[in-house]
C-alpha cells in the first residue's frame, strides 16, 4: 500500500524538515537552482526550481516511483497490457502515433498495419478535401467542416485546432459543437450553407446521447437543403468504433474512419478522432504532431526518473497534492490560442485520476486527483491570480510560455512575455513586511497609513509553480506537450494505484438523465426521485417549453 513504502514515510518526515523553508532562501543560496531543477527536451524548457523541494526531495519522490513499480507499469502499458483493469483493455495510444513503426501488441497481434491503414485514409480524405477533389453535392468545394462529439471526441481536437490557427488551411473553416444545448448547434449553423459544410460525428461508442441527437439535428437541417438522402455520403463522415451504429444513423461505412477500444477517449486526439484537426491544419502538421508526442514516449520510456519530465511532473504533483494537501492545479497558458488547454487537461486529469477505489477494488486512504482549472494569460491575473498569491490555499501552478509570437504587433508579446515571468517570481518570493513598510516609506506615507496597510501589502511567497518555455507554438512542440501531460496522468494514477483508463463515475448521472428525459416529455408520474428532484421536475414541466 502506497502509505506503507518506505519512501512515502521517509518523505513525511522529509517533509516535516522542508516545509517550513521558504524557496527565497532556497534561490539565494543557489545561484544553480535554476539549472539543477530544469529540464530541457527538444526546444521545451521545463523549468521546475521554482517547487518547494531539495535534492533530496526528488531522489526520495523517484524512490517512491520505484517501490510503487512504476518501471513495469510504463513497460505494461507500451506493451499493450490490460492496463484498463476494469475493462479489461489496453490503453495503446502511444501506437497511433508511433512514427518509429515498431510493432506494438494488442493481444498479439501488431496493430501498426491498422493504424497505418487509418492514416492513409485520413491523408486522402484531407487532400480530397483541400484540394477540392471532395466536393459537396452541389459540385460546390466544402468551405465548412463541423465536427460533433463531445468529451474526448471534443475537448482533444477543439484545442489543438485553436492552438495551430496560424497553420490553418485558408479557405476552410472548421467549428466544433458538443454541448445538447439547442444553441450550440443553431449559433453554428447560423452562418453555414448545408452545400458547402462537411460533418463529422465523432463518437467512439456512437451511443453518446448528446452527439447523436445534435447529428440527427444536422443532418434534418442539411437534407431541407440537400433532399434526397443520397447526398448525405459526400457531407456527412463518421468516427468511431462502432460499424453497425454508423450504419444505423446513415453514414455508409465507407465514409468511417475507425479506431479502436484499446483507445481511451480522452486520448483519441492522435487517432481518426484528430481528423479535424488534419483538416484544419493538412496531415503533414497532423504527422508532425504526431512525431511530437512520439518523441515524448521515447523519452518517458528510456529516461532515468530524475531526468524523465513526466514522471517529474507527476512526482511534483504528488508532492503538492499528498504532504502539502494541495486540493487543485492551476494550467495557465500565456499564449491566447491555448485557451482550451485548461478545459482540455480537466477532461484528462480529471475523468482518469478522479478516482477513490484501487485497481484491487479497495479504497484509498490518501489523496488522488486534483481540480484542475485555468485560463490564460494575462486574463488570468486580473480575475484569480489574488487567491493565487494571498489566498489561504495553495495552488500549485504550470505556466505554458512560448517566447516567440507568430504575430508582430508592437511590444504585445515582450508585455505578455514580461507578465508571465513576473507572476512566477510574485509566487516564489512574495514580499516581506519589512520591503512593504520599506516601499510606502518611499511612495511618502505617514508611519500609521504604513501601520494599517501593510499587513495587507505582505505577499507569502512559497507559492510553486512551473515553467514551460518554447519557441513559437509549433505542432510538433504542442504533440510533445500535450503527450508530457497525458504520461504525467498516467505515473500518477500508478503511483496512487487508481486505473486511469476509465470512467465509471460518469455513467449515473447519464442514466438518470435519460429516465428524467422520458419523465420530462411525459404526463405520468414520476418514477423514485428525491424531493428536490421530484419538485424541479415538475416545474419544468409548467414552463412553456416549445
Ligand atoms: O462522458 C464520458 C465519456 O464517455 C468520455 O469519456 C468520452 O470522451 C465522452 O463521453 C464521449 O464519448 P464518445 O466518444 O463515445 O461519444
Redesign the pocket.
Known sequence: MLTQTRAWQRLQEHHRQVSGSHMRDLFDRDDRRMQRFSLQFEDLLFDFSKNRITDQTLELLCDLARECGLADRIEGMFAGEAVNCTEGRAALHVALRNRSNRPMKVDGEDVMPAVNAVLTQMRSFVEGVHSGAWRGFSGERIRDVVNI?????DLGPRMIVQALTPYHHSGLKVHFVSNIDPADLLDTLAGLRPETTLFLV???????QE?LANAHAAKDWFLRCAGDQQHVARHFVAISTHRQRVRDFGIDPENMFTFWDWV???YSLWSAIGLSIALAVGMQRFEELLAGAHAVDEHFRSAPFEKNLPVVMALLGIWYINFFGAASHAIVPYAQHLQRLPAYLQ?ADM?SNGKTTTCEGRAVSWDTGPVVWGEPGTNGQHAFFQLLHQGSRLVPVDFLLPACSHYALGAHQDMLLANCLAQAEALMRGRTEDEVRRQLREEGLGTAEIERLAPHRVFPGNRPSNLFMFGKLAPRTLGSLVALYEHKIYVQGVLWGVNSFD?WG?ELG?KLADTILSELQGEGDLREHDSSTTALIHRVRCFPRR
Open positions: 462529439g463531445i468529451g474526448g471526441s465523432a463518437s467512439k461508442t456512437f451511443g453518446t452527439t481511451g477517449g480522452r477532461q475523468e470512467q460518469v447519464k
